[in-house]
T-cell receptor, first 113, second 114 residues
Framework: KNQVEQSPQSLIILEGKNCTLQCNYTVSPFSNLRWYKQDTGRGPVSLTIMTFSENTKSNGRYTATLDADTKQSSLHITASQLSDSASYICVVLRMDSSYKLIFGSGTRLLVRP | DAGVTQSPTHLIKTRGQQVTLRCSPKSGHDTVSWYQQALGQGPQFIFQYYEEEERQRGNFPDRFSGHQFPNYSSELNVNALLLGDSALYLC?????????????FGNGTRLTVT
């Protein structure tokens, strides 16, 4: 079954600390994996897109990794800021005769001062 | 360069009523997708429009219908509203062939059904 599972469901960290969010998927055939940041009451904003051949991709303090063999991805946030408080959604693109995006339920991150 | 715009931002309707939500895609994009997002959940795919036709559809009943206009803007219509239709409705635009390009989302319409 094509699924995207994210962990933890929620996370609280102190400002300035690092954290890592996990994404496991069973989607096949795999095309690419995306991480989105969604602030409360706003639409998701793209952080990274990784294809099969990419292991690591950075966007400022955000670094995503992809292990296509184990079907796992992580999003590492360095030196967290209060503005990092948001939901982080992992999305996998499945593509055969058509393409379909499979969304995870997200990890809700709260950064406290 | 305007991003994806949605209207209205908030809406309150009564059970059984009908609602129309509107979306203008990012400039240069030709494909519009609609998503329903319940509180604390990830977005659920409703359908996608390209060249004024519904190209893909998720597991949503026929009460959910849509339209795409020649200028690529789109509408989502929901008939016979149920309490469970209360959610954030997100519109996303993209290029049809842009498989390695991100979706651009609007900020959504918050629908409350009472």
């Amino acid at each position: 079954k094509n699924q995207v599972e994210q962990s933890p469901q929620s996370l609280i960290i102190l400002e300035g600390k690092n954290c890592t969010l996990q994404c496991n998927y069973t989607v096949s055939p795999f095309s690419n994996l995306r991480w989105y940041k969604q602030d409360t009451g706003r639409g998701p904003v793209s952080l990274t897109i990784m294809t099969f051949s990419e292991n690591t991709k950075s966007n400022g303090r955000y670094t995503a990794t992809l292990d296509a063999d184990t079907k796992q991805s992580s999003l590492h946030i360095t030196a967290s800021q209060l503005s990092d408080s948001a939901s982080y959604i992992c999305v996998v693109l499945r593509m055969d005769s058509s393409y379909k995006l499979i969304f995870g339920s997200g990890t809700r991150l709260l950064v406290r001062p | 360069d305007a991003g994806v715009t949605q209207s209205p931002t908030h809406l309150i309707k009564t059970r059984g009523q009908q609602v129309t939500l509107r979306c203008s895609p990012k400039s240069g994009h030709d494909t519009v997708s609609w998503y329903q997002q319940a509180l604390g959940q990830g977005p659920q795919f409703i359908f996608q429009y390209y060249e004024e036709e519904e190209r893909q559809r998720g597991n949503f009943p026929d009460r959910f219908s849509g339209h795409q206009f020649p200028n690529y803007s789109s509408e989502l219509n929901v008939n016979a509203l149920l309490l469970g239709d209360s959610a954030l409705y997100l519109c996303a635009s993209s290029l049809q062939q842009g498989y390695n390009s991100p979706l651009h989302f609007g900020n959504g319409t918050r629908l409350t059904v009472t």
